[in-house]
C-alpha cells in the first residue's frame, strides 16, 4: 500500500510510502511514520512519534561551526535532518544539509550514550558541489540538565569525497580538513579523504 492507516497496531505496519496509526507495538516501517505513540520502532527517512522523542539541537564541529537539526522518532532509532555553515571572512562561505538516523541509550537517570549516522551535501555560497558529499558517524554522550533541556558531546569519524575534476569543489575542500587519515584520489575521478572530529551541541525538548 502507498497510504497504510490504522488506528491500532500490534505487530508491524509496513507500507511503500507512509504508515500512519494512533498506537503502535511493535514497527512500522516505510518512508514515512507518523503516529501518536509508539512502543517499539519505527523505521524510515522520517518517523514522527507524538509522544515520542523529538528536539531541536544546535551544534558546532570541527568543520562546520553553526549547525542546526531536527530529531524525530524515538530513542532506539530516530530521523535526523539538519543543516550548517561554516562562517568566515569569505563572502561565500561553505553550507551543508543532510539526513541521518541516530539511536540514543540511557546510561542512568539523566545520562544517555548517542550513536548518529548521517550523509550530507556540500555548497560553496550557492554553488552546488557536485559529486560532494560528507558522511559521518558519531559517538557521543548526552546529560539532561532539565526535561527540556540537554548537553551533548563526542567524537565523529568523518568520510569525504569530491570531484577532482570539478574546480568549485578542489578550491573549496581539498584544504578544508587540516589533518586527515587519508587523503588520496581513488582512481575514478575522486578525491577520498578521512580523519577524526568532534562536536558539541545543546538540545531542547
Known sequence: AVVNYVDTIRGGQISAVVNIANYVKGFQVGLVNIAD????VPVGLFS????????IELSCDDIFYGNAAFRTGVPLFHSIMFV?????SDPNPLWTYGLGFGSTLRVKRNFYLDLDVTGQQLLKGD??????????????????F??????????????????SED????????TLVPHTIINKPN???YIHQTWLGWKVAFRFY
Request: no cysteine; proline share 2%.
Open 37 to 40: 505513540s509508539v512502543d517499539g
Open 48 to 55: 514522527y512519534v507524538r509522544k515520542g522523542y523529538h528536539n
Open 84 to 88: 550548517g555553515m561554516r562562517p568566515n
Open 127 to 144: 554553488v552546488y558541489l557536485k559529486n560532494s558529499s560528507l558522511y559521518k558517524t558519531y559517538l557521543g554522550v548526552e546529560q539532561k
Open 146 to 163: 532539565s526535561k527540556r533541556f540537554a548537553v551533548a558531546a563526542g567524537g565523529t569519524f568523518n568520510f569525504m569525497v569530491y570531484d
Open 167 to 174: 574546480g568549485s569543489s578542489v578550491q573549496a575542500l581539498s
Open 187 to 189: 582512481g575514478k575521478g
